[in-house]
Every structure is written in structure tokens, then in C-alpha cells.
């Protein structure tokens, strides 16, 4: 066959090394910095399995005092558990759950409309700052005449 690549030991001499110096003349991709997070912002609601797992962290506690597993073998027996229930025996967590997200989507609302009324005020402030400067500029020009 044309073309085709041969098992032989010639490719191994025609293969090209590959190091892991930099190459010349390409910079490293820059990461772009996060934007800072709002410590004021609301936290997202828990899902109905880690509202489960808020009330089955302290029961395996109690059961497994000396767990050597730590977190991982927690979340583990979580997970079993949560997989083992029934849909009538994860219902209260689920609604609790959704009532969460309830209260969580209000408080995002406050937030937002917090944050509306934050940037009107300054917008305002920048307006009447530039309206100044426009008042100073205009008796400048009538110096000059």
C-alpha cells in the first residue's frame, strides 16, 4: 500500500521528540481573573438529597462515633441510602427542598431589585459629576471670547 505507515523500526528514527520547554515566541495562555462574588448575594438552595443529607450526617454521627472513612465514607452511606429510598419516603425532602427554593427566588429578588436601585443612585451621582464638569467647560469658552 502508498502511503501507508509501516510497523517497522523506521518510525521510531522518523518521530519527532517532544519536550517540555516552551516554545519560542508563544506566550502561556492567560487565565482571565474571576470577577469578585458578592458576599451579600443569596446561596443557592440545597437539592433535595443534600437536605437529606443534613438530617443523615447527624444520625451515621451518632451510629458510627468512631468513623475512620471520614466525609467519604459519610457520603457514601448518604448516597446508598438516598438511592435505596422510595419516592413517598423522599416527598418531605422534597418539599422542604422546594420551599427552600421558594424562599431562595424572594430573596434573589430583593437582591436584584437592591442592586437596580444601588446602580440608579450612582448613575445619578456620575450624571450630576459630568454636569458639573460641563457647567465648568461652558464658562471656560466664554472666557475665551
Do not use: I
Not at 16 to 43: E, F, I, L, M, Q
Not at 80 to 99: G, N, T
Request: proline share 6%; net charge positive; aromatic share 6%.
Amino acid at each position: 500500500m502508498k502511503g501507508g505507515r509501516s510497523k517497522g523500526k523506521a518510525d521510531s528514527k522518523l518521530s519527532v521528540k517532544k519536550t517540555d520547554a516552551p516554545k519560542k515566541g508563544k506566550a502561556a495562555p492567560s487565565r482571565k481573573a474571576k470577577a469578585a462574588k458578592d458576599p451579600n448575594k443569596p446561596k443557592r438552595p440545597p437539592s433535595a438529597f443534600f437536605v437529606f443529607m443534613e438530617e443523615f450526617r447527624e444520625e451515621f454521627k451518632r451510629k458510627n462515633p468512631n468513623n475512620k472513612g471520614g466525609v467519604a465514607a459519610m457520603g457514601k452511606a448518604g448516597g446508598d441510602r438516598w438511592r435505596s429510598l422510595s419516592d413517598a419516603e423522599k416527598a418531605p425532602y422534597v418539599q422542604k427542598a422546594e420551599k427552600r427554593k421558594l424562599d431562595y427566588e424572594k430573596a434573589v429578588k430583593a437582591y436584584n431589585k437592591k442592586q437596580a436601585e444601588g446602580t440608579k443612585a450612582e448613575e445619578e451621582e456620575e450624571s450630576e459629576v459630568h454636569d458639573e464638569e460641563d457647567d465648568d467647560e461652558g464658562s471656560e469658552e466664554d472666557d475665551e471670547d
